[in-house]
């Protein structure tokens, strides 16, 4: 198999400067380069750049695939935007971490197949993906926990410790998350037991006096300065850091009394994910099961009906069979064995077994110079 390279770089929240597309066609001349963009593919050679640095320069996004099966999909984010203390509690393995530079975060997943994958998709992969960008933003933890979730999966982390907090919503995936999933391939069964100390995701908008409450209760200086800033430069980056500050207190506040429960440890959820997944093929086998003896069920129901059709005809198909045999033809050969099936069926059911066989072994008399019309007839065992 040769290999296969794929390279895909988004940003989402300034363009590329004209000097930057120059700078970075310096680094392959067929590459599709867009003021947003920069993607190539390799079937010979690789990749001259440096992910990393790209990643902490130009980009928000980054995707490879290599068809030896390498995943590795990275965000990266305004550091306001995700707070590092709060995401560096589900890194741990090599599978994912998160690391500052400068005034942005970047957060990193891989996965790894040692099968490989032949044929790699990559259309629309990264735009599938882009979103749990702004989930990050909003305080949605769900991603970070897929990620810890990978580590574990892939065994990089000790079966005693304990799994970091459970975000809402493990069991209500959005389309981002389960492209997420699918793209680092993380295990169904271990998916569903980590889902089960999820609580459900209620996302309530905030109503016009919550909002204004709560801005009131901010110093007026900070307040007054990151509206100036929004209104005179169009700062994104400050109003979606006041946002995620007043969901995160307005959880907090809906979080107050909750029951805290005891966090599962990484080798009691692979257990259960397993425990899960023998159930499971269990009931996979059991219908499997229920399926054949139903198809089996019907076809000897079709069958019954067909034979009680032709029963009272043997004269005139053990005829058929005489003149079809006589052809010598491959064909016809394949005909007559048919019918003799039928026959065989209908002396099974009429007990008169003893009677086909005897007529089984006149044409095998007959026909002795036929070794192939004789190959079928052992093949079909209707002749010893």
Known sequence: MSEYQYYEFQAIDRPLTVEQMQHLRSYSTRARITSTSFINDYSWGSFKGDEEAWMEE????????????????KLRLPAPWLEVETAQAYCGGESFWIRRKRDNVIVSFVSEDEQGDPYVETEDCLSSLIGLRCDLARGDLRSLYLGWLLCAQDGQLDDEEPEPPVPPGLGQLTAPLIAL?????????????AAEASAEWTETRPSRQQVLTWLHELPSRERDNAIA???????????????RRFLKQRDRLDRQGDVARAPRTVGQLLDAAEVRAERRRQEQSRKAAEAKARREREAAMARATYLNEIAGRQPQLWSQVDRLIAT??????AQAIDLLRDLHDLARRESRGREFQNRIEEIATTHARKPALLERLRKA???K
Do not use: C, Q, S
């Open 328 to 333: 010598t033809k491959p064909k016809n050969y």
């Open 181 to 193: 999933i699918e793209f680092l391939r993380i295990d169904g069964d271990l998916l569903d037991v």
């Open 229 to 243: 800033k929004f209104i005179a430069n169009g700062d994104t980056v400050g109003a979606m850091e006041l946002r």
């Open 381 to 383: 065992a209707l002749m």
């Open 58 to 73: 130009y980009f928000d996004a980054f995707l490879y695939l290599a068809n030896w099966g390498t995943h590795v999909f």
